[in-house]
């Protein structure tokens, strides 16, 4: 009989300490869980915008369209790309930039971000630098650019030449 009491009694302390050292974890796990989760989130809205809509390369330079988003309130239209350089490192410089839609209107490059630079920048081997092209006076009725014409300049290493991406679709904001 003490036996038996004696193992119940071990029983309930051991099951009440365990049912106890779970709940002082929890809210621990429950914050370190929510972190991780905030970081993936992160990780993964990073990995989308490297995720190119389109993507050119010619004479070893490549152009990777991210985003083409529309401000509905300033009437511009602005692409996200990004410029990688497979040559050795040397100076890149933009031409005409020029875009037409669906019923034939064109549309002249209103402004070029290339890094820190306007038009002209040095681009380092195999290492993506951003581009961002502005065009202004573009209505939102606007949905698509049938054609994207970008013209490069022959400097040092680079040869001139034209990329020209078709049916881009504008999200517009």
Known sequence: MTSKIFIITLLII????TIFSQAKDCSALKFENEKIKQENEYLKKTLNILQPVKSLVQNEVELK?????????DQTVTILLYITNHKANDY???GKVKAIDIQGKEYVRDQINFGSSLARNKL?????????IKFSKVLPTTKIFKLL???????????????????LEINWK
């Open 124 to 132: 380092f081997t195999d290492t993506p630098l951003e581009v961002k």
């Open 92 to 94: 890149f410089q933009f």
């Open 149 to 167: 014409y970008i013209e490069s300049y022959k400097i040092g290493v680079f040869d001139s030449g034209n990329f020209e991406y078709r049916d």
């Open 14 to 17: 051991t099951s009440a300490k």
């Open 65 to 73: 369209i991210a985003k083409i988003e529309g401000s509905i309130k």
